[in-house]
């Protein structure tokens, strides 16, 4: 049996690391070619050919050795097996004699690009999630894909570390915070060691990109386990001491205001939420600098560990997944952590906003008035609505220390659902270029995502006989309702984007590409795309 695995990057020789949760997957850069790779599989990408005859499987550049080996037969084989090369598509066979392997893998990348074009890279991210999936259970697969450049490598080193995850704390006991003793058994090991063929390991770029690609995937993967991991186990003191323990790690100065801190601060959002549940709520703040940085980001998370609704509680049917509700919170760590470990020229500075929505004699009754960390009153008028309140305090917060942007990540709306589906993320904002940006880096990482407006008319719906404002508007147009709120939080003069990630966090269905059911770590690779771009003064 296979003990836990450390993380290591065989271009270079640091110390091996130990992620607390699951199992780290290997990721070297291979100075060996397919045809003499020692490996449990090879992973070769099949596409589906643009010509007239339809049906026209084609091997994408980097299955030539592979095809070699099969006498230049391997199209025709995965023909005759029923491969089209769709996207998802994943056929398994049997190595011939000259390879150095067992098996070959074929994944589907979709349709040939037109002319010179290189393939799209999240459909390489995507197939190489596909293959790694495919290969749970086994040590070490050679993956074989078109690289037309080092973004490339970069991108099917992602797909293949992400497609490489499982959740294994609860029926393998490799979790510090789930109970002592799990069994031994449950879902497979992920894939142990990626090794991408096609690149040149000496090269310094290449080094740099699968350097990037571990340290990006290791902490997307971490918010995953954080939002995977149970609420009676998860909860804001114990997400704060995760978040303590990884910024002794990685060098992030980290701050955490208990409840006591709280009241005294006057954070009235997240204690009216808190104040339901015996797991009192937390605001932490996570700090990482770099000396010669020339801009500050401030990222924000929702940070509900659990949403029941509170008083005004939840349907049966609409409560069990709502673990989930912390995934920006989850985001916004990873992406800081993300930044330490890639030294990045900018200051990244994580709120994270930590509070369980419970209902008890003493939770928020709808009807209460909270006096915000701002100064502003809020009328609750359903304690359901509880992510504005949490998210405004720490708006407030954050815009204290002036940073040049702020961006705050949540699992806002069901709203936002209804209007995009499970897989986009809503970007709203109270700049339209800052809201471009976002739009165009997520596209450009992978992510996606599309920009919602911000309606002044919808502002009416808040008003309130009572308070400055209440916590719920319109019914119609809930998300953006919910950003309008959050955006009266923001200091004056700060750009400042909103991500709804409510559909995109957790995902229900099937795996497909580099998704796992459960966790997604969805908005991690913007994020920390958005500090890259700020630390190259691409950024207003
Ligand atoms: N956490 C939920 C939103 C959510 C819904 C996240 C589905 C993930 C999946 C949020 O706190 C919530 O309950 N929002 C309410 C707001 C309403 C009461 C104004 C909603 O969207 O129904
Ligand atoms: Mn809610
Ligand atoms: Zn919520």
């Not at 993380?7 to 070297?28: C, E, G, I, M, Y």
């Not at 323990?245 to 009241?263: P, R, S, Y």
């Not at 450009?444 to 995502?449: I, R, T």
């Not at 009266?488 to 229900?508: K, N, Q, R, S």
Request: aromatic letters at 4%; one cysteine or more.
């Amino acid at each position: 049996m296979r003990r836990a695995r450390s993380a290591h990057l065989s271009t270079d020789n640091r110390t091996q690391r130990k992620r607390d949760f699951t199992t780290v997957t290997a990721l070297t850069l291979s100075t060996a070619g397919a045809a003499t790779l020692r490996a449990d599989a090879l992973v070769v990408g099949v596409a589906k050919g643009a010509g007239s005859k339809s049906g026209d499987l084609v091997l994408a550049p980097g299955a030539e050795a592979v095809d070699k080996a099969f006498d230049g037969k391997l199209a025709t084989v995965l023909e005759t097996l029923g491969a089209s090369g769709a996207e998802g598509e994943v056929t398994k066979l049997p190595a011939p004699s000259g390879l150095k392997v067992p098996v070959v893998i074929a994944v589907g990348l979709g349709a040939v690009p037109d002319g010179d074009d290189a393939y799209d890279a999240e459909k390489l991210r995507r197939a190489a999630g596909c293959a790694a999936r495919a290969l749970a259970g086994a040590e070490k697969a050679g993956f074989a894909l078109p690289l037309a450049s080092v973004e490339d490598a970069g991108a099917v080193a992602e797909g293949a570390l992400l497609g490489a995850y499982a959740f294994t704390a609860y029926q393998r006991g490799e979790n510090s915070l789930a109970p002592k003793g799990a069994k031994d058994n449950g879902p497979k090991l992920p894939l142990a060691e990626v090794a991408l063929l096609g690149t040149k390991p000496r090269d310094k770029a290449f080094k740099a990109a699968a350097e990037r690609a571990t340290a990006l995937v290791e902490e997307i993967n971490r918010a995953r386990d954080l939002v995977n991991t149970p609420p009676n186990d998860l909860y804001p003191e114990s997400f704060a001491a995760v978040a303590a323990a990884a910024g002794k790690e990685h060098g992030i100065k980290v701050q955490i205001l208990d409840e006591k801190a709280l009241v005294k601060g006057g954070f009235g959002g997240l204690l009216g939420v808190g104040q339901g549940s015996s797991h009192g709520p937390r605001l932490v703040r996570l700090a990482y600098t770099h000396p010669k940085a020339e801009k500050t980001l401030a990222l924000v998370g929702k940070g509900i560990t659990y949403d029941s609704g509170g008083i005004s509680l939840k349907p049966a049917g609409h409560n069990e997944t709502m673990k989930c509700d912390m995934s920006g919170a989850a985001a916004v760590f990873a992406a800081v952590v993300a930044a330490a470990r890639l030294g990045l020229r900018v200051n990244v500075t994580g709120w994270l906003a930590l509070a369980e929505n419970m209902p008890s004699g003493t939770a928020t009754r709808p009807g209460d008035v909270l006096r915000m960390y701002s100064g502003k009153t809020v009328e609750v008028l359903n304690t359901d609505a509880e992510g504005r309140l949490v998210l405004a305090d720490a708006l407030t917060r954050a815009s204290e220390e002036k940073p040049d942007a702020i961006v705050d990540v949540a699992t806002l709306t069901g709203a936002m659902v209804l209007a995009l589906g499970n897989r986009t993320f809503g970007i709203m904002a109270n700049d339209d270029a800052f809201r471009t940006s976002i739009h165009e880096i997520a596209e450009e990482v992978g992510e996606a995502s599309w920009p919602m407006p911000l309606p002044a008319d919808l502002r009416k719906g808040m008003e309130s006989p009572t308070a400055d404002i209440a916590n719920m508007g319109e019914r119609m147009g809930g998300g953006l309702v919910a950003g309008l709120f959050l955006k009266e939080f923001v200091g004056e003069g700060i750009a400042w984007a909103h991500l709804d990630i409510a559909g995109p966090a957790y995902h229900e269905g099937a795996p497909y590409g580099y998704t796992p059911k459960g966790g997604t770590g969805s908005a991690v690779r913007t994020l920390v795309a958005l500090a890259e771009r700020t630390a190259a003064g691409d950024l207003g």
